[in-house]
């Protein structure tokens, strides 16, 4: 067979839309019984070129034509509704649409039409059982248009309802096949929980030998997971996933840490407001959390859960942050950490014994101390060292050494400073801005320079 080449994303989209089309024509002229043969839809040759994207994910993913079929129809209604016109068509004998054709007719739906499941069965199968229920299968939940969120999942996927729900992309879809681009579901304003970024690199994080042990524990566990539970047979008696807690100071490099685990295992971190998964609705508490938990899992995210003292204090008594989170609220959250099967971490600056029980359910508990001595001499070191000439009277040994602050508050010393040696029109750090600068940060919290 040749090979047809097509390069550009748009005519790719263009040459498959156009094969949709031809399928569609078929089915309806069919049914209509315009035509005498009996519907063979054609084959689509699949274009090569254009890496990437719609094509790339189609071959990745060797779909059939059905699923091919299926995938089309719903980026069809976006970016050509007009091909599902005829669809519209209302039926002479009974002056209401065709039931046979689906779709979705809602007033929220003015214009194009929307094809629904039954939409896609009748285009497929026509009246052919056998096909029906082969094409059926492609709507099981585990299907990989769902697991992927290249397709809306129906809500009551094994009901009569299923026929009615509608054929939508996903906006990860949207993203991924159509723009070539990466979706992260912290766009959306009232989504509960929001990527962690960082732009520093694992080197970059200082912490003392010990405690980057633990960390690098956790890292380990994760890169070599898979063959810790399926080569080596341990999947039988260790629970699913990791768990851990950081605990310690502000600015000591807990959600850092968190950034840097997902960049080296190459998972996108999200960080949960719990302030924003509490609702005033009975029950939606739990919804909301669900719906973050079930993305998680499909998405292999790492998830962070700051300020988690509200979790691990006693469960009876209410916390100030977090006082709208009922206890049993709590338990659906431990629950849900307990059985998650990637990597979770909990933060928090809780101070007193962490409670035993709770303790329990994690896999690591890593105290993140002040650093000391050596550790902010290379923060300070690491952080003025590039671009910025410090003069003669400064001595970075004897301002780590005078001066006890954590990591964050380094940074935002480094920033006073750099504002100040900006505001001169210069490059050169001065020790008394480095002075300066540490006696504003200090005053923050009633802390007087020694
Ligand atoms: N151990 C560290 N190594 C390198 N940089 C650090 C370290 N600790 C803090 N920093 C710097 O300070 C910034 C703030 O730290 P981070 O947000 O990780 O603190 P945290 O422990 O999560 O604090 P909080 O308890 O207030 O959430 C980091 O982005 C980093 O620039
Ligand atoms: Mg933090």
Redesign the pocket.
Same mark, same amino acid.
């Given at each position: 067979m040749n090979e047809l080449m097509i390069e550009k994303t748009e005519d790719i989209l263009a040459h498959c839309l156009d094969w949709l089309q031809l399928c569609i024509d078929k089915r309806v002229k069919y049914y209509f019984e315009l035509v005498e043969d009996d519907c063979e839809l054609p084959e689509m040759d699949l274009p090569s070129g254009g890496s990437g994207g719609l094509v790339g994910w189609m071959r990745e993913r060797d779909l059939n034509q059905e699923e091919q079929f299926i995938l089309l129809l719903s980026i069809a209604s976006l970016v050509r509704p007009e091909m599902l016109d005829v669809l519209f068509s209302e039926n002479k004998n009974t002056g209401r649409r065709y039931t046979e054709f689906g779709g979705v007719h809602d007033n929220a739906q003015q214009g194009g039409f929307v094809p629904s499941v039954q939409t896609a069965l009748f285009l497929l199968a026509g009246g052919d059982i056998g096909k029906r229920l082969k094409v059926m299968r492609v709507f099981r939940p585990d299907h990989f248009f769902f697991k992927e969120r290249i397709l809306e999942a129906p809500e009551k996927p094994d009901s009569g309802v299923l026929l009615k729900t509608a054929l939508r992309l996903t906006p990860t879809a949207l993203y991924q096949l159509l723009w070539q681009d990466e979706y992260s579901p912290d766009l959306r304003s009232d989504f509960p929980a929001k990527r962690v970024r !960082?732009s =520093?690199q694992w080197d970059?994080?200082?912490?003392s030998p010990g405690v980057k042990s633990q960390v690098m524990e956790i890292r380990t566990w994760m890169e070599h997971e898979e063959k810790i539970n399926n080569a080596w047979g341990l999947k039988k008696i260790l629970k699913p996933g990791y768990r851990a807690l950081f605990h310690? /100071? /502000?600015? !000591?490099?807990?959600? =850092? !840490?968190a950034g840097l685990l997902g960049s080296a295992l190459g998972r996108d971190v999200y960080r949960i407001d719990l302030s924003m998964v509490v609702s005033k609705f009975i029950g939606e508490t739990e919804k909301n959390l669900a719906a973050v938990f079930d993305l998680a899992e499909n998405e292999n995210w790492v998830l962070f859960f700051?300020e988690a003292d509200a979790l691990f204090g006693k469960r009876t008594q209410t916390q100030s942050s977090n006082d709208r989170f009922a206890n049993q609220e709590v338990s659906y959250l431990l629950q849900r950490v307990e059985d998650f099967p990637g990597l979770v971490i909990l933060?928090s600056?809780f101070k007193g014994n962490v409670d035993p029980a709770f303790v329990r359910r994690f896999q690591s508990l890593i105290y993140?101390p002040l /650093?000391k001595h050596e550790?902010r001499l290379q923060?300070w070191r690491d952080s003025l060292g590039h671009g910025l000439r410090l003069a003669e009277d400064v001595d970075l040994e004897e301002v780590s050494n005078r001066h006890e602050l954590?990591?964050?508050e380094?940074?935002n010393v480094v920033r006073t400073v750099a504002i100040t040696v900006a505001s001169r029109h210069d490059d050169l750090v001065r020790a008394a801005d480095i002075e300066a600068a540490i006696r504003k940060e200090f005053q923050k919290d009633g802390r007087v320079v020694s």
């Amino acid at each position: 067979m040749n090979e047809l080449m097509i390069e550009k994303t748009e005519d790719i989209l263009a040459h498959c839309l156009d094969w949709l089309q031809l399928c569609i024509d078929k089915r309806v002229k069919y049914y209509f019984e315009l035509v005498e043969d009996d519907c063979e839809l054609p084959e689509m040759d699949l274009p090569s070129g254009g890496s990437g994207g719609l094509v790339g994910w189609m071959r990745e993913r060797d779909l059939n034509q059905e699923e091919q079929f299926i995938l089309l129809l719903s980026i069809a209604s976006l970016v050509r509704p007009e091909m599902l016109d005829v669809l519209f068509s209302e039926n002479k004998n009974t002056g209401r649409r065709y039931t046979e054709f689906g779709g979705v007719h809602d007033n929220a739906q003015q214009g194009g039409f929307v094809p629904s499941v039954q939409t896609a069965l009748f285009l497929l199968a026509g009246g052919d059982i056998g096909k029906r229920l082969k094409v059926m299968r492609v709507f099981r939940p585990d299907h990989f248009f769902f697991k992927e969120r290249i397709l809306e999942a129906p809500e009551k996927p094994d009901s009569g309802v299923l026929l009615k729900t509608a054929l939508r992309l996903t906006p990860t879809a949207l993203y991924q096949l159509l723009w070539q681009d990466e979706y992260s579901p912290d766009l959306r304003s009232d989504f509960p929980a929001k990527r962690v970024r !960082t732009s =520093l690199q694992w080197d970059d994080l200082v912490l003392s030998p010990g405690v980057k042990s633990q960390v690098m524990e956790i890292r380990t566990w994760m890169e070599h997971e898979e063959k810790i539970n399926n080569a080596w047979g341990l999947k039988k008696i260790l629970k699913p996933g990791y768990r851990a807690l950081f605990h310690g /100071p /502000p600015g !000591t490099g807990k959600t =850092l !840490t968190a950034g840097l685990l997902g960049s080296a295992l190459g998972r996108d971190v999200y960080r949960i407001d719990l302030s924003m998964v509490v609702s005033k609705f009975i029950g939606e508490t739990e919804k909301n959390l669900a719906a973050v938990f079930d993305l998680a899992e499909n998405e292999n995210w790492v998830l962070f859960f700051d300020e988690a003292d509200a979790l691990f204090g006693k469960r009876t008594q209410t916390q100030s942050s977090n006082d709208r989170f009922a206890n049993q609220e709590v338990s659906y959250l431990l629950q849900r950490v307990e059985d998650f099967p990637g990597l979770v971490i909990l933060a928090s600056n809780f101070k007193g014994n962490v409670d035993p029980a709770f303790v329990r359910r994690f896999q690591s508990l890593i105290y993140f101390p002040l /650093p000391k001595h050596e550790q902010r001499l290379q923060l300070w070191r690491d952080s003025l060292g590039h671009g910025l000439r410090l003069a003669e009277d400064v001595d970075l040994e004897e301002v780590s050494n005078r001066h006890e602050l954590a990591g964050g508050e380094i940074v935002n010393v480094v920033r006073t400073v750099a504002i100040t040696v900006a505001s001169r029109h210069d490059d050169l750090v001065r020790a008394a801005d480095i002075e300066a600068a540490i006696r504003k940060e200090f005053q923050k919290d009633g802390r007087v320079v020694s």
